[in-house]
């Protein structure tokens, strides 16, 4: 970082609702109330100002697995109407923040 003179170009912060089923090693998040900020000085603060970078009350669902997804779970997301994409919380607090 040093010799390449990186530094932090902003913070990232979120809600995070995580759950575990051991079976498959099966990990599901659920992360809201995205913010960006480029306070990065503040960092350590236990709350920081931070501009939204989503819609109030939109969710990113991420269902992670090593060996099997079961198949209550495909069951329970495979409603038809959500949509598969990549999503990067750090690219779009970067963009929405300029």
């Known amino acids: 970082m040093i010799r390449k003179k990186l530094i932090p170009k902003c913070i990232v ?3 995070r609702f995580a759950f575990v089923e ?7 998040t659920f992360d809201r109330n995205i913010l960006g900020s480029r306070r990065t000085d ?9 501009m939204p970078v989503m819609p109030w009350g939109y969710y990113i669902l991420e ?16 409603t038809g ?3 598969r994409q990549s999503f990067s919380k750090y690219y779009t607090a970067r963009k929405a923040l300029g």
């Open 63 to 78: 269902i992670k697995y090593d060996e099997l997804l079961p198949h209550y779970i495909l069951a329970a997301v495979d």
């Open 81 to 83: 109407n959500l949509r």
């Open 42 to 50: 503040r960092f350590y603060d236990t709350q920081i100002d931070g």
């Open 22 to 28: 051991s079976k498959g090693n099966v990990r599901i």
């Open 13 to 15: 912060e979120y809600e």
